[in-house]
Nanobody, 118 residues
Framework: QVHLVESGGGLVQAGGSLRLSCAVSGLSFSSYNMGWFRQAPGKERESVARIDTGGRMTRYSDSVTGRFTISRDNAKNTVYLQMNSLKPEDTAVYYC???????????WGQGTQVTVSS
């Protein structure tokens, strides 16, 4: 059985930083591209960042480029999202995802809330 356990969300002031983690078990982690999506209240879910199996290729949405960094540790079966210079518009539930790149993800985590106060 596959498990995705996200952590690191919380409340932070604008300009602050958070680091999200997603620990994955039950599959061959190093064989899958990984990603982070987010969904703000009243808005559609959007892709935030993606990383390939080896961690060499990454993609970001325009709204987070230069502020967020996705990384992975295949030895720990964990993907990370370092979020710097946070803005109130970054407030959303953030989801860890398994698989996908041009196509949508195969699996989703349960989500972790990130709230940025102004």
């Amino acid at each position: 059985q596959v498990h995705l356990v996200e952590s690191g969300g919380g409340l932070v002031q604008a300009g602050g930083s958070l680091r999200l983690s997603c620990a994955v078990s039950g599959l061959s982690f190093s064989s899958y591209n990984m990603g982070w999506f987010r969904q703000a209240p009243g808005k559609e879910r959007e892709s935030v960042a993606r990383i390939d199996t080896g961690g060499r290729m990454t993609r970001y949405s325009d709204s987070v480029t230069g502020r967020f960094t996705i990384s992975r540790d295949n030895a720990k079966n964990t993907v990370y999202l370092q979020m710097n210079s946070l803005k109130p518009e970054d407030t959303a539930v953030y989801y860890c995802t398994v698989g996908g790149w041009t196509a949508g993800p195969d699996l989703w985590g349960q989500g972790t809330q990130v709230t940025v106060s102004s």
